[in-house]
């Protein structure tokens, strides 16, 4: 009997698995979108929406778009959740924010869980049989996977295609950001995927041992970034070839994507308090001003976070880190 499971595939198995022990458990819980959030699902969602980005490039697209499109419906109802869940634990214990605004996070995140409870079973994702994960399984079957060769080669193929258009769109950038979401958010997203793919590919690309690392990439190297566990590649041993990345210009990205982070949150915190005093006060007027003045004093403003962002992505671009990652 012929139980060889082309590499490609496996890749997908290996998440759809981790998805079906959550799911077996919300489907016997008192409220499954609950269980679901707080096991995590979306990890694993966001490796399968990896997966998917990379293999509709290399084949079968139309059946891997519309399983991307399935992984990430999900997963941003989990980022919904996640997003005023997340603001709501930072602001309850501090005293400056009113407790109709944090009562108003509270009830946001409900109202989205109840939405994910219903997704998840008009979409079947919870059944009986778990038809959505039978579905999923059953396109996998279809698609022509390459061999071990031709998959590495391929995935290096589009990596370094996703390197370089990512590249061209922020090397004829001046640079001057002008907005939270579409602007430092979306550069973030873009770097992450390159941070996401050596994770979701179970061990294909690895770390380069390097020597002393050039002065200039030395501001990247703190110990969050050295000793970060994202920064730890998934065992290979079990592969016959590998893709290599220079592990400091690999520390680089993640330490881009880490300030991105924290300035992206920085910005999102005055959009989440505006929206909450517009909604809870039935205001418009003077709203940013308003959320200036209960937040901490460290809070930056808008224009400043934008400014910093600026700054540290022409740096990051300048110094051609992107180009030099693979090794």
Known sequence: MNNYIPIGKSRFITYL????EILDKAGSAENPAQLVYEEDIRTPLFMLEGLSRLYKKITDHKKLKKLNELFKDMEDRLGEIDFYDGFYKEFKNEKNI???LINYLKEKKERKLDDLKDFLKDEKWIS???KRLLQIMKELDEVKWLDEKNDSLAILDVYQEDIKKVVKKYKRKSFKF???ENDVHELRRQLRWLSIYPQALGGLMQLKTEGEPQEFLM???TPEIINSPFNVMPDGSQLQYHIMLHKNYFYALSWIIAELGILKDSGLRIKILEESISDVYKTKEDVEQLVYSICKEN???IP???QQAEKVSATFFSENILHNILG
């Open 17 to 20: 698995n981790k998805i079906h």
């Open 98 to 100: 009113p407790e109709s």
């Open 128 to 130: 009986k049989n778990q």
């Open 178 to 180: 002008c907005d939270i």
């Open 219 to 221: 501001k990247y190297l």
């Open 299 to 301: 809070q930056l403003t």
């Open 304 to 306: 400043q976070i934008l």
